[in-house]
């Protein structure tokens, strides 16, 4: 994905553009995942990581954002709590996040994949280990 590259989203130019750098979109997927619940975090994939450690900011922990010419692609990188139905909080992060940002910014996504990298098991509390 360029880094420079905007989506024009005004289809009347009269008082000016309207443009979305990708980031945006990724911050937005990001949070509107978050909000599901069975999501225990997001994680970014390999690629990710190394960039980010080689300084380069990442916005979207856990999304990748690529516009290509029919449409946008999402990817979106989670950990989930364990004992959920996987495909049940994978299809509501399609839903929340096809959702958020058809309200938000008006653009037609054409995929969302969810990859599920994780599953987080709860530790038990320290006050239940002291009472056995």
């Known amino acids: 994905m360029d880094e420079n590259q905007l989506l024009n989203v005004s ?45 380069k900011k990442k916005h979207g922990k856990g999304v990748k954002v690529e516009l290509k010419e029919d449409g946008i692609e999402i990817e979106i ?32 996504i054409v995929e969302i994949n969810v990859h599920v990298v994780g599953v987080q098991i709860e530790e038990k509390s320290q006050e239940s280990k002291s009472d056995k």
């Open 11 to 55: 289809d009347d130019d009269s008082l000016g553009r309207v443009e979305i750098a990708p980031e945006v979109i990724e911050v937005i997927a990001g949070i509107a995942a978050n909000e599901v619940s069975g999501v225990a975090n997001m994680r970014g994939n390999i690629a990710s990581n190394v960039t980010e450690r080689l300084g």
């Open 77 to 108: 990188y989670t950990v989930l709590d364990y004992g959920v139905s996987i495909p049940k909080v994978a299809e509501k992060i399609q839903d929340s996040i096809r959702t958020t940002l058809k309200n938000m910014t008006a653009l037609e």
